[in-house]
């Protein structure tokens, strides 16, 4: 009996294999031969290879605008896109946990890039017991210096895997790296113009560490770490209790996570509500954060308009 | 010395609620949720209906789920969706019954299935599995004017359609045959009491989320079931369990770092299992002690 059943789970699970393992070769060679296949795990990250791939590559992004990357759940094309694939980009320092296992068992012979190699991570304070104290923060992109390394790091992955684009891709990155410095100039000329002592917020999410510690904003957060563990009356109350205390000028809501909780904190404490912040995931193309680069330009705006006076 | 018991005392079981709107709001609505839902539980579990709460819960997902891929965390929309589609399985199961060869249990497990599965396709066509969790598990911190206004209208049209209705529904729990042999007024009273908990669990679902909000339903009557027979004893120590539940529930949330939601639900978990083993009328003691004596004599 026992036996028979394994022979069933075995046979049921080459099943769903071999359609897999069957679509690798000929899509990778005979539907793509000028453009190369890639993939990319969630959308900022597609934005970068998008800007320094531009025609010559055939991107794929698996989690889509307003997802979260954190708890994202797989689905069975994300397989066959990642074994299509000839490079694929990830964010690294477990930001897509998830990603690992897929990439195994999906069969993908491609390069695995980890995008923020180089990058040295701040860690981010984990208010929930259980969980240790601090852990490396993912978030990095939310430092435009940081993102040139991402930029630069898509660059030469794409430059091995197609030498014939090498030239192209050089030339994309360095057109992109020199909005990137224009971009960098703009946010420290905006933040120049807050109050140093208004240039505190509250999110929903503290996936903004990086960016407050490269352009001088203090952020508190209501929940830990990840947006999977759900606030307890505890981090509630410590949270508005901080705000009272400190005199924090705004919450900000963040597009995934729950916007009523903030709002209560918010009508708790008299502080203002600024719009929403993008910072796990861009926009829709037609929405407010359709690239990297109008990302930034639209959360600083939000910024200056709720802290400036 | 005595001034330091004191300030403990108040620090720990007055002072969040004195202290945090957001706890009073919290208390507020979860004590509007046991007053009106702990009386529906005792019918339900009378009536041999104690399952049917939950399948209503299930069933009113794809409701508040098309109403929330309308109109995002609205609560109108979300509240307006929930009815039609818990009113919809309600109304649909009894005809089914009638019409097929299914009883009504069957029928209602089979809508109540396809509901969830339809609502979880429904939020995940918006896009993101976080939304699929806050609408799951509702948000009892983060209750604003018009959730609180919802949870009092709610507790209070149940509390007066009970109170008229109450003769006539405690009549049809205990002999529905009679009822229907002296007047019309049988099936009409299961229909205004299954829109009743329909709507008390649209309103939970606001605070507790869809799979919690039978809970604090349900729960409570079962445990008060344990210490009483009589349906209005039943009835006031199932809503003391459940104002006592929302009360230590939220300070647990506040004290430990818990989720509240779930924390609520736990208490009246702990005052069941209380009840189980002590319940003056069937616990698990009594029913021993009452067994030993029959076998002596």
Partial sequence: MVKLRNVIACLLMAASLSPALAQTQPQAQTKAPDKLPVVASFSILGDFVRQVGGDRIKLDVLVQPGGDAHVYSPTPSDSRKLAAARVIFVNGIRFEGWMDRLVRSSGAKAAVITA????????????????????????????????????????????????????????????????????????????????PERRRIITSHDAFGYFGAAYGLQLISPQ?????????????????????????????????????????????????????????????????????????????????????? | MRACGVSVIYDTFLGPFIEFEFMR????????????????????????????????????????????????????????????????????????????????????????????????????????????????????????????????????????????????????????GFLSSVSGAGAPTQLIFLALVVLNLVGGFHALGTLLAVGVMMLPAASARLWSADITRMTAIAIGIGLVSSYFGLLFSYHYSLPAGPMIILMAGVVHFVSLVFGQAGGLLRNAFARGRHLEA
């Fill in chain 1, 116 to 195: 923020t190699t180089g990058i040295k991570p701040l860690t981010m304070i984990d208010h929930h017991p259980g969980h240790g104290l601090t852990a490396p923060d993912p978030h990095a992109w939310q430092d435009i210096a940081n993102a040139k390394i991402y930029v630069a790091n898509v660059r030469d992955a794409l430059a091995k895997a197609d030498p014939a684009g090498a030239e192209t891709y050089r030339a994309n990155a360095q057109a992109y790296l020199g909005k990137l410095d224009g971009l960098e100039q703009e946010v420290r000329e905006a933040m120049a113009k807050i109050p």
């Fill in chain 1, 224 to 309: 830990g770490i990840s947006t999977d563990s759900e606030a307890s009356a505890q981090d509630v109350a410590r949270i508005i209790r901080q705000i009272r205390q400190e005199k924090i000028p705004a919450v900000f809501v963040e597009n995934i996570s729950d916007p009523r909780l903030s709002e209560r904190i918010a009508q708790e404490t008299g502080a203002k509500i600024g719009g929403t912040l993008y910072s796990d995931s861009l926009s829709p193309p037609d929405g407010p954060a359709g690239t990297y680069i109008d990302m930034v330009r639209h959360n600083i705006r939000e910024l200056t308009k709720a802290l400036g006076v």
């Fill in chain 2, 25 to 176: 709001r919290a208390l507020v609505g979860a004590c509007a949720l046991a007053i009106a839902g702990s009386p529906l539980g005792v019918f339900l579990i009378l009536r041999r209906m104690a399952l049917t709460g939950d399948a209503m819960a299930h069933a009113i997902l794809p409701g508040a789920a098309l109403g929330y891929l309308v109109a995002g965390l609205s609560l109108p929309a979300m509240t307006i969706g929930g009815l039609a589609a818990g009113f919809t399985v309600a109304l649909a199961a009894g005809v089914i019954a009638r019409l097929t060869a299914l009883r009504e249990d069957a029928s209602l497990a089979g809508f109540y299935l396809i509901s969830l599965a339809l609502g979880v396709v429904i939020v995940s066509a918006r896009g993101s599995n976080v939304d699929l969790l806050h609408v799951l598990f509702g948000s009892v911190l983060a209750l604003d004017d018009a959730t609180l206004l919802l949870l009092a209208s709610i507790a209070t049209i149940t509390l007066v359609v009970l109170a008229v209705g109450y003769r006539a529904l405690a009549m049809e729990t205990l002999d529905p």
